[in-house]
């Protein structure tokens, strides 16, 4: 087996793990956001790979159909792992519609393309042996390039974000920041590989693109088995870090606790859908950045958690004492704005659903 034979091989194992970590996210009962983006990522690096084979296999041109149906899942990739990233670094962050516009790139890629996809499948295959023998450099390929380059300006922005985890005292203890760490310089690697290939037109360098996701993905998959708390432990990792030099020092915390807990319990602000962290933090006449580190470090809870957490209690007390009462109203009722939100909701804060709930406490009754 040839140098070349060999690479595919690996290759082609890293593209079923991929598959393999995908299903994994997506069978856990009780997902969270980020066993969604795993999971997305997961889907775009088994497709990279796959195409990447087929291109330089040669196998593309016999399903020339296929081809440019890959280029929006690149595109992907770098918001994708950036969404991740805030999810560990930033205690309140959850995804919401707003967060789509990193996607904006990728949808129109496929709009970008549409007139690739009506050409004939000779005509494809044409392009992708002129693509192969690095006859031409063309439109496709340049947008190949401005993918690479939105891919690495995320990077340099998680660098920059996350500038607090990589002090070298931090990075010297803990081993999961160095592993973080070694995970962004992979994907760089990659990044910066594809880039050298694509512009030297270098099939055989292009090879080693499939092999280093797939190294990515074997140590990913590694870490994830030898640590299975890895993402958790980071998380709290970088809540630490980032509250190292406290902002609650200037303020009276136990009596801004007895505050909190009179707006929640008396007031019952939760209940207003609308509810912010900043409008949280302007009840209580403190900054938004000191009630992120107040409900981290003395609730062990981010803003949302912690709202939830009161909501979902609420909810538990109406189903209890009003057998007839809908779900959906006992969701606006406590302050979600949906019925889906409500479920997952209750789902990952009590385990099962509120129908299920519901359920239980009858019986017991």
């Known amino acids: 087996m040839n140098s070349y034979a060999f690479l595919n091989s690996i290759s082609e194992f890293g593209f079923w793990l991929a598959i393999l970590l995908m299903l994994g996210q997506l069978v856990i009962r009780k997902k969270v956001t980020r066993n969604y983006i795993l999971a997305a990522l997961f889907l775009c690096m088994a497709v990279v790979i796959k195409f990447t084979l087929l291109l330089l296999t040669g196998d593309l041109i016999t399903y ?10 690149g595109y992907l990739i770098g918001p994708l792992v950036y969404l991740l990233f805030l999810d560990i670094i930033d205690e309140n962050f959850t995804f919401s519609y707003r967060d789509f516009y990193h996607f904006l790139p990728a949808v129109s890629i496929v709009f970008l393309n549409i007139p690739f996809y009506f050409l004939s499948s000779q005509e494809k295959a044409q392009k992708i042996t002129q693509f192969r023998d690095n006859l031409i450099f063309g439109f496709n390929e340049y947008l190949a390039l401005i993918g690479l380059l939105i891919s690495l300006v995320y990077f340099m922005i998680m660098i920059i974000k996350g500038r607090f ?19 962004i310089i992979i994907f760089i690697s990659i990044l910066v590989l594809i880039a050298v290939a694509l512009i030297m037109g270098n099939v055989f360098l292009g090879g080693f693109i499939p092999f280093l996701i797939t190294f990515g993905l074997v140590n990913i998959f590694l870490t994830t ?29 136990n009596s801004i606790e007895i505050r909190l807990k009179e707006k929640m319990e008396i007031e019952c602000l939760y209940k207003n859908e609308l509810l912010s962290l900043k409008d949280l933090a302007e009840n209580l006449e403190i900054s938004t950045h000191q009630l992120s580190e107040l409900l981290n470090t003395r609730y062990e809870s981010n803003f949302s958690n912690f709202i939830n957490n009161y909501r979902i209690g609420e909810a538990k007390k109406i189903l209890s004492e009003i057998s007839d009462a809908s779900i959906l109203n006992i969701a606006f009722a406590v302050g979600f704005n949906s019925k889906s939100a409500f479920n997952r909701a209750f789902l990952k804060i009590s385990g099962c659903t509120p129908s299920e709930f519901r359920e239980k406490t009858s019986r017991k009754s």
């Not at 020339?64 to 899942?73: A, K, N, V, Y």
């Open 64 to 73: 020339s159909w296929l081809c440019q149906l890959d280029r929006p899942f």
């Open 165 to 183: 985890l990589w002090e070298y005292s931090f990075l010297k203890k803990q081993v999961s920041a160095r592993l973080l760490l070694s995970f």
């Open 225 to 253: 088995q030898r640590f299975p708390e890895f993402f958790q432990d980071l998380q709290k990792l970088a809540v630490q870090q980032k509250y190292k030099k406290s902002l609650l020092e200037s303020i009276d915390v």
